[in-house]
């Protein structure tokens, strides 16, 4: 795959960008002309950067370098016992009187769900159907009408499958596709 310099287009092949038109090196390396090293310029030699470099310590500046000495043994502290920690005992504890533990209690009203116009949120966009904006893209707030579920007999278990309307997997009704992930709209 060749990517772009210019505008990060991605594209198999070619010789120039198909979005911006950039003209890509050719692959094919064209033979190099000689380079003819130039008479007056000094050549210094270098023999791969190992070379040993003479520096004298200077007398007026401290060695703070640590020098290395043998490894002590580890020590064993007897009175320290690093599996276990001593039981604590019967702790009191006191219960702030300021927090609240509890729920508010219920008073029966519900918030009524979104059915038909629904105004979007981030963009109040006033929208009548679908599950996203039509002008932000966001996820409205809609409530999905499910109907009720019919019991099945015992032969109807294999009769409620039906393939996805985008990618024709086998799916429920109503339900997520389990390939794409699109959602079923069953009308009921």
Partial sequence: MIICPVCDH????????????KRFPS??????PAVAPLPELELTPHAGGRDAVEAPTLPELDLTRLRSGPDLPPQVVPE?????????????VALLPELDTGRAVDDG????PAIGSVVCRYCRNVQAEGFLC????????RT??????AAKGPGGADDD????????TPMRPGR???????RDREEA
Avoid: F, I, Y
Wanted: aromatic share 2%; net charge negative.
């Fill in 134 to 141: 039509d002008n932000c893209g966001m996820r409205l707030p």
């Fill in 109 to 112: 009203v519900r918030a009524a």
């Fill in 144 to 149: 999905r009408v499910v109907a009720p579920v």
């Fill in 176 to 182: 997520t596709c389990g390939e794409c992930g699109v």
């Fill in 10 to 21: 991605v594209q198999p092949e070619g010789t120039e960008c198909d979005v911006c038109g």
């Fill in 161 to 168: 499958w039906k393939p996805c309307p985008t990618c024709h």
């Fill in 80 to 92: 320290l016992e690093l599996t276990r920690a001593p039981a604590t005992g019967a702790v009191q």
């Fill in 27 to 32: 692959s094919v390396a064209s033979a190099a």
